[in-house]
């Protein structure tokens, strides 16, 4: 099975971006979906973007406009890039896959918003 491995995480101001990774052990081109969630303490996971095998995004109303989720189906690797971030987006960023074999989620990498 695919292992997933998420870096870019960090400590970041109100208005700042990062750049998450979510590198894959093996290949990603049998992942018809690929995404990003969050979860921030004392609530649910929750979607933040989507990205098909296509390349076609999808994102969740909040980050609309501000994140850019991307995959590359070469380096087997999703990004997502994030700007103008607010404290509420704090939270523990998880990479995701789908195949019709495996759901598969890596272990996560904090973002951190504040000043």
């Known amino acids: 099975q695919v292992q997933l491995v998420e870096s870019g995480g960090g400590l970041v101001q109100p208005g700042g971006s990062l750049r998450l990774s979510c590198a894959a052990s093996g290949s990603i081109a049998s992942f018809y979906l690929m995404g990003w969630y969050r979860q921030a303490p004392g609530k649910q996971r929750e979607l933040v973007a989507l990205?098909?095998?296509?390349?076609?995004?999808n994102y969740t109303d909040a980050v609309k406009g501000r994140f850019t989720i991307s995959r590359d189906n070469a380096k087997n690797t999703l990004y997502v890039q994030m700007n103008s971030l607010k404290p509420e987006d704090t939270a523990v960023y998880y990479c995701?896959?789908?195949?019709?074999?495996?759901?598969?989620w890596g272990q996560g990498t904090q973002v951190t918003v504040s000043s």
């Open positions: 990205i098909t095998i296509e390349g076609r995004p």
């Open positions: 995701n896959a789908r195949s019709a074999q495996y759901n598969t």
